[in-house]
């Protein structure tokens, strides 16, 4: 897990560096209030990792090509109680903490944040029957888990009071998709999409009942979490339901989308991102600018944001971009 981030900027100190200091952390610290934000070296036992800001941002840059760097770190250091530390160079202040927030973005499944509703033995438990159903030496089913830890922290992004139906629901929305076959989820729908979309759902829906029964999870919970999951791949107004697909349409984008242009054809690709943003309300589609793409998944997406009838982007003070 990401436990810690150090940011060391570039100074006009002899040692070249001087760490971030707490004020300017602000912003990250709010989006991620259960990262441990570092002014200086880490304890011994932490993994360190560290990271060139200029190389994300660089042009041309496919985050694609970080996370074994990350992940992989992750996965080759479990038993390290204080966790991963990201060390984050190579900036100014200011590229920094926004690359570092870019950067958290693409990785928050590992940093395992939780509120009251998941917090304890329960949520747990879920987590591990989560696990267990993904052969993680397989690329697709690997991206798939990190898909649903990623969906379930940006719910807690969006709505950090957020209840354990939710929470579950989005942890296990696509695990339908562990018992899809690798061949036929390469080769795509032969029918009208949507219904491809509802029929998805509508498996997973009864796959996460079957695992959530067998947990011992009340009843009520259950029948929310299987609304949700059932209902997920539609635009909906009812609130739960709109912050899971708006939850699952940044995953898509922030983690997903270099994935899915590598394994999909550009078609198909195109036709998830219009369905992906169609679930995604105009008042989240500021964060879309905040997400680094690779340039080919970029350049799809400002295609499609020109056709289809969403608002355009415009420049906001301080050079930021932001969907009207």
Known sequence: MIRQLLLSETGPEPTGVRPVMPAALSPLAQEFPSLTLLTRAPE???????????????????????????????????????????HLTGGSRQALTSTALEVLTRYQGLIDRRNTASQGPLFTTLLAHLRALHDLGEPLFREDFRHALDTWQW???????????????ALFHDVEHTRSELGARTAGPTRDYQCFKDAHAERSAAL?????????????TREHVRWLIRHHERPEAEAALALLNEADALSFFSLEASGFARTFTRARTRREMIHTLERL??????RLARIRLAPQVRRLLEEVMGAAPLPAMRSEPGGLKRWA
Do not use: K
């Open 281 to 286: 309300r105009p008042p989240q589609r500021w």
């Open 208 to 220: 996460a009942d079957g695992v959530l029964t067998r947990v011992g999870v009340a009843p009520d």
């Open 155 to 169: 719910v807690l992004r969006l709505e950090p009071r957020a209840d354990l139906a939710l929470q579950v629901a």
């Open 44 to 86: 011994e036992g932490t993994d360190v990792v560290r990271l060139d800001a200029s190389e994300w941002r660089a042009p041309g840059f496919d985050p694609w090509d970080w996370d074994e760097r990350v992940f992989g770190a992750a996965a080759r250091a479990p038993g390290l109680t204080s966790g991963i530390t990201l």
